[in-house]
């Protein structure tokens, strides 16, 4: 009797073990899609990453981004500098891995701060390096100080709570922010019983403004004005500048936002593709979304050739193709060459294209793929897997168009959101 208990317990452990297993795997190919269609768009905030009082200005430059229902400033900057590059203590930010740099130049003003009862005399350069590094691969807190540590502001304001209480809303300005003394004295937090901050100058708005510029499809466009460009240096300048007044603020602002360029009218660029399907050979050239190959046949795609029609913009385009047996080619291939193979039976599995020249930065190509067992995929750009790996599907049809930096793709059938799905 025990011994027929005991298989039966063995037997149930197994089947539990496998359905597990099975749930697992099954759940692993779409996680990605199951997670982005459980989130909700709220909006966009600015973010920043700083290390002015090091005089070594960003680590991550103010941009806009987008957040989601249910989101902190800890899910937001996981998501957006990724877990790997931060190190956490509870809901407190200690550490960011390749944000030291290992050589400091510590602004005057922090210099000539206070003295503190137990950690003695305002750090110095020199002083700095001599304290040094807890960590050789990241900025942590009581580097180069034991007053030092990453801290936060919203819309210039120090919250009094870690980074999992606060909860963002569409237009914040977050600045993640790297305090050397008086544990934030030297950003300007001035809390009770604190050291005297060095000053309390809003940066907010041209935080902002600078995350709109550097978020804009435009922006290349705007760096070739010489007025533009030379303010936009001066900003920046300006931001690092822990002295900086409320007037001299507002004044960049000013004239930084009147001084952005009215965007150009971009020419149309016309790409066209050919593709070479199974038991077909090669098809008649299409061009600016019209798709390429088959759908209903069961026909693979072996070999594609890309390139763009004569345009006065410089630009140029290059691809590289995901094939059976062989894995991604080794060399991209440019400008109407093949990508591929003929006379093999082999079939592509993924592509990716991107654009090249100096105006590349103006310009986004869209490409989408019709894949074996799951039709059309999402659209990808700029040089964004398209397709499948590691299933062995053949790529069977294709569309591709170049449009203006930020405009949408053309509305077509999507089966499945992602554009590439990877079993490896």
């Not at 539990?16 to 768009?41: K, R």
């Not at 088959?294 to 006065?312: A, F, M, N």
Request: proline content about 3%; some cysteine; glycine content about 10%.
């Amino acid at each position: 009797m025990k011994v027929m208990k005991t298989t039966k317990l063995r037997t149930v452990l197994l089947l539990f073990l496998i359905s597990v297993t099975l749930f697992l795997f099954s759940g692993s190919v779409f996680a990605e899609e199951s997670t982005n269609t459980q989130q909700v768009s709220t909006g966009t905030i600015t973010i920043s990453v700083e290390k002015f009082t090091l005089g070594e200005g960003y680590y991550v430059e103010p941009c806009q981004i987008p957040i989601y229902s249910g989101d902190t400033g800890i899910t937001v900057l996981n998501r957006f500098l990724g877990e790997n590059k931060l190190r956490w203590k509870a809901n407190y930010l200690q550490g960011v891995y390749g944000a030291q740099t290992g050589t400091v130049n510590v602004p005057a003003c922090i210099s000539a701060m206070e003295s503190h009862t137990d950690f003695g005399a305002a750090p110095t350069t020199a002083s700095a390096m001599t304290e040094g590094l807890t960590y050789s691969n990241q900025l942590s807190e009581k580097d180069y100080s034991p007053m030092s540590g990453w801290m936060y502001s919203v819309n210039n304001t120090f919250p009094g709570y870690g980074f999992d209480g606060y909860k963002p809303v569409d237009g914040d300005v977050l600045r993640v922010q790297f305090t050397l003394w008086g544990y934030g004295a030297d950003l300007g937090q001035n809390f009770q019983g604190g050291m005297t901050p060095i000053n309390t100058t809003d940066k907010t708005n041209l935080t902002a403004l600078l995350g709109e510029i550097n978020s804009s499809p435009n922006k290349s466009q705007y760096m070739k004005d010489s007025t533009f460009s030379s303010l936009y240096n001066q900003a920046y300048a300006m931001m690092m500048n822990l002295e900086a007044t409320n007037k001299q603020i507002k004044d960049m602002y000013t004239n930084l936002k009147a001084a952005i360029p009215a965007p150009a009218n971009l020419e149309s660029v016309n790409c066209t593709y050919r593709t070479h399907v199974q038991d077909v050979g090669w098809q008649d050239w299409k061009s600016n979304g019209v798709m390429s190959g088959t759908t209903g046949q069961s026909l693979r795609l072996e070999g594609i050739e890309v390139k763009l029609d004569d345009t006065t913009a410089d630009l140029g385009i290059q691809y590289q193709t995901h094939i059976e047996n062989i894995g991604w080619e080794d060399a991209w291939k440019s400008n109407g060459d093949l990508s591929g193979t003929t006379g093999r039976s082999l079939r592509l599995e993924a592509i990716r294209i991107q654009l090249t020249g100096g105006d590349a930065d103006n310009y986004d190509i869209y490409y989408q793929v019709h894949a074996q067992n799951v039709g059309w995929m999402g659209w990808a750009k700029n040089g964004e897997n398209s397709g499948t790996a590691g299933f062995a599907y053949r790529l069977e049809g294709i569309k591709i168009v170049v449009v203006p930096k930020g405009e949408t793709p053309p509305d077509t059938t999507i089966d499945q959101a992602q554009s590439f799905i990877s079993n490896n």
